[in-house]
């Protein structure tokens, strides 16, 4: 038997914390020694969308570098960890909801390479990475991380790479500055972390402005819905990174397990 593996959200926020030192790369390579060896990595990432659901498929996933105007250096990261076919093939066949659809095309994105660069930066581990389906309701998207939750007994560490507040139409470049309705709205949603209280977290829309100022692209907040449905309850939860910065971005991490 394997040891039941955590689940992580994380809040990867700007790629160059791939290539930067800084509070919120360091947090993110003190976790990963903190975590058990996992024998493979599912990967969430904001950055994939697609029609239907997928897994890429590929025996080498390639880097997608998916952001503009950046340092020569980031479009030089290289993360060349393996995939997964037995990996693709469990996560075929423990989603019943939907078919899953095996995808050479895409690889790894920013939200999944700049976090794994800094947690596992050996790049010996498989990584296969899900899509968002753009179609579905955040529901949907929690009860996938529902069905993928038996991952965890099989070694498979579940990550899920987003921002709990994201709105880039808002941003102030300091990164001390937060916006109060930033950092109330990630203050609720903790304590809805910490409480279990998951009917909230997925039906985020019915909590007002504060709601619609900070998940103003949704895509960045329903990787955090994998990892809630992926929970047991009552087991225990951390958080870590935890800052709301440029004004409307929270980098807010969660470990569960």
Known sequence: MSEKMPVLFVGHGNPMNAIEDNEYSRAWA??????????????????WETNGTKVTAADRPKMIYDMYGFPK???????????????????????????????????????TWSVLNRMFPKADIPVVQFSLDRTKNPLYHYQLGQQLKEL???????????????????????????????????????????TDDHDPLINFQRHGQEAALSIN?????????????????????????????????????????
């Open 30 to 47: 003190e976790m990963g020694k903190s975590l058990p060896r996992p024998k493979a990595i599912l990967a969430v990432s904001a950055h």
């Open 73 to 111: 250096e980031l479009y030089e990261v290289n993360y060349p960890a393996p995939g997964s076919p037995a990996l693709v093939d469990t996560v075929r066949k423990i989603i019943k909801m939907t078919d899953v659809e095996p995808d050479a095309t895409w690889g790894l994105d920013h939200g």
């Open 152 to 194: 965890r007994e099989e070694g498979v560490l579940i990550v899920s790479s987003g921002n709990i507040v994201h709105n880039l139409r808002a941003v102030i470049w300091d990164d001390n500055a937060k916006y109060d309705w930033a950092e109330s709205f990630d203050t609720k949603v903790k304590n809805w972390i910490l």
């Open 217 to 257: 692209s949704g895509e960045h907040y329903t990787p955090l819905l994998y990892t809630m449905g992926a929970k047991d309850e009552g087991e225990p939860i951390s958080f870590f990174a935890d800052k709301v910065t440029y004004g409307s971005l929270s980098m807010r991490s969660v470990r569960v397990g």
